[in-house]
């Protein structure tokens, strides 16, 4: 079911609602950086969630069918999600985000504690973990933020395209599995997944470099938020060191950390393990949770 709710400010959110016939509660699917509702398709088709709980699965403000040419930052995301549970009748749920969606989830968590029961976190970037290219840039992000508040004002006065292709992800995983990964080609499919260029034909630089900034932003500590969470870490080559990752969860007592033989895209590459590890973790967690009848 496609929805929408009116934010404060009068912007729009889009989302998609999987109604649960005797439903827990609710899980919210938080994309990542330049992506869209979509990457969570393949995901809400095949889990068993949705027998137990509804899933709810948002276009973040300037993405997809919430697009906006306004201010983008995790206070802001963070804001809108708290309208959507209010949108929903929902006081708590359950958050599951992939990379930037990992970081809006921490950050929600941070801001809106009492509205969230656990997270899980698919391929936090931690700065104190990153290396490569991400390490790289970190040092830039005022730039990057700068850079990218500029673009928006020239945007805004007229300076940009006119109209940005929608992208369906869960098309192009499937693709990309057939075409790269079922013949073993793993360098052409990081090449594709993490190209700039290709992101750009979808999405504005000006979104696209103020983004990439928030990611480089310090995260909230998960042993401090005293929450339960499952943080999903590719083994591959990523943005981050995933042992480095995991000294850093070793504080939490209430955080699970599981590896997925994948690079920083498991939903495209191995969409049946993180199934899996997500099912089984809120089985364990949330099992207990009183069930109840969702309106429809």
């Not at 995901?43 to 969630?49: G, K």
Request: glycine letters at 6%; hydrophobic letters at 45%; proline letters at 6%.
């Amino acid at each position: 079911m496609s929805k929408a709710c009116v934010l404060p400010d009068g912007a729009v959110l889009h989302y998609r609602v999987w109604r649960a016939a005797r439903s827990r509660g609710r899980v919210v699917l938080l994309h990542g950086l330049a992506s869209n509702l979509t990457r969570w398709s393949e995901f809400v088709e095949h889990t068993c969630l949705k027998d137990r709980w509804d899933l709810l699965r948002p276009d973040l403000r300037g993405h997809g069918g919430s697009f906006t040419r306004g201010r983008l930052s995790m206070e802001i995301w963070s804001d809108d999600l708290r309208a959507l549970l209010d949108a929903e009748g929902c006081e708590r749920a359950v958050f599951v985000g992939h990379s930037l969606g990992a970081h809006v989830a921490l950050h929600f968590a941070a801001r809106h504690r009492e509205s969230v029961l656990g997270l899980a976190l698919i391929d936090p970037a931690f700065p104190e973990a990153l290396r490569g290219r991400m390490r790289w840039l970190r040092p830039f992000a005022p730039a990057l933020r700068a850079a990218g508040a500029l673009l928006g004002f020239l945007n805004r006065l007229g300076l940009r395209r006119k109209v940005l292709p929608q992208r369906d992800l869960r098309a192009l995983d499937e693709r990309v599995r057939a075409d790269l990964l079922a013949h073993g080609r793993t360098e052409d499919f990081i090449r594709r997944y993490s190209s700039v260029r290709a992101d750009l034909k979808y999405f504005p630089p000006a979104h696209y470099l103020t983004e990439l900034a928030e990611m480089l932003r310090p995260l909230p500590s998960l042993a401090g938020l005293d929450l339960p969470a499952l943080v999903l870490l590719s083994k591959g080559l990523t943005y981050t060191d995933p042992e480095r990752t995991r000294r850093l969860l070793a504080g939490a007592p209430l955080v699970e950390s599981v590896t997925v033989d994948a690079f920083h895209w498991p939903l495209t590459e191995s969409p049946a393990a993180v199934r899996g590890e997500i099912e089984a973790w809120t089985e364990r967690r949330f099992s207990d949770r009183a069930q109840s009848t969702t309106p429809a």
